[in-house]
């Protein structure tokens, strides 16, 4: 049944889809409309469909799309698709979103996003707004056979499970390790603290463990710092601060950047390898983690905000 709903929406959304220019290297679809939260945005049936669309060329893509969906753009349109890309490029995390556009008879959002911008998000975590979604299950309605965003998105995928191994305890279950990844994203996220569903992570996870456990499963088993206890959804790991430096000396780059920042004392000026070796040793060394990532978030999600307002002022 569960598969048989899975395949019928991925025709809905292949329609959806159809409306749009076709020079796309990954469209996939998110959010609750997608998968089933409980709680607050438990009505899959109505609930507001979420697209994010990530383009080789956005001026051309914009300038296809105007000439096909005029009347989703806000005032930007009479700037044009040089505009657009601008704004899209420079503003918020690097994706423009037409919000609130009626589709097949579906309420949807749309974000456009450069490839490149999204490789660079998913390797380094400039944003982990992107990045955050895609280390949640999505559906992946279309993709190029571009090798590198290929080995972006695994990288992004491998880089979740270890940021959050190293907020753990040694011993943890499946549905532990898929709470802390959830969570990544909003991780000071200015939507968590002011409107948004305090609950909202564990809404996410609780109902889709099987989809976590699909997406997450092959990367834990292949792991070799984790004893993953498959049966008893346990998972064990390598604490010692050896193993503690292997993980933090592959974590993105702009998290490595955060922690340097919260441990490297004014004018000391220690490089990024000899603070995470301190961070290894340090018996804080998951909150450290949790509080690099917290800023890397707090900083996107106010762009972004920031973004939103703008928005529906000159929208409404």
Not at 49 to 55: A, N, S, W, Y
Request: aromatic residues 10%.
């Amino acid at each position: 049944m569960a598969l048989q709903a899975l395949q019928s929406s991925g025709v809905a959304f292949r329609k959806i889809l159809s409306h749009f220019p076709e020079e796309l290297s990954l469209a996939f679809a998110y959010g609750s409309g997608v998968y089933r939260q409980v709680g607050p945005s438990s009505d899959q049936k109505n609930a507001m469909l979420d697209f994010v669309f990530t383009v080789d060329d956005p001026v051309a893509w914009h300038s296809k799309n105007l000439k096909k969906n005029w009347n989703h753009y806000s005032f930007l349109k009479v700037l044009g698709p040089k505009i657009i890309t601008t704004i899209q490029n420079n503003y918020g995390a690097g994706v423009y979103y037409n919000p609130l556009i009626m589709c097949d008879g579906r309420l949807i959002k749309y974000g456009v996003i450069s490839t490149n911008i999204l490789i660079e998000d998913l390797l380094n975590w400039n944003n982990l707004y992107v990045a955050g979604r895609l280390q949640k299950p999505v559906k992946i309605i279309a993709m190029n056979e571009n090798v590198a965003l290929r080995s972006a998105l695994d990288k992004n995928l491998k880089s979740a499970v270890t940021t959050a191994f190293l907020m753990l305890p040694e011993s943890f279950s499946e549905e532990d390790l898929f709470i802390e990844i959830a969570g990544l994203s909003y991780s000071g996220d200015f939507r968590m603290v002011v409107g948004e569903d305090k609950t909202k992570v564990l809404n996410i996870v609780k109902p889709n463990i099987a989809h976590f456990r699909e997406l997450y499963g092959n990367i834990l088993q292949e792991n070799p710092q984790v004893v993953y206890k498959i049966q008893q959804g346990r998972l064990e790991i390598d604490k010692s601060p050896e193993g503690q430096f292997t993980q933090l000396m592959t974590l993105p780059k702009t998290l490595q950047q955060q922690i340097n920042h919260i441990m490297d004392p004014p004018g000391k000026n220690r490089d990024v390898e000899e603070t995470l070796f301190q961070v290894a040793h340090d018996p804080d060394c998951g909150e450290v983690v949790r509080l690099g990532v917290k800023k890397s978030v707090v900083y996107s999600s106010l762009k972004l905000h920031k973004m939103w307002k703008g928005w529906l002022r000159k929208t409404s």
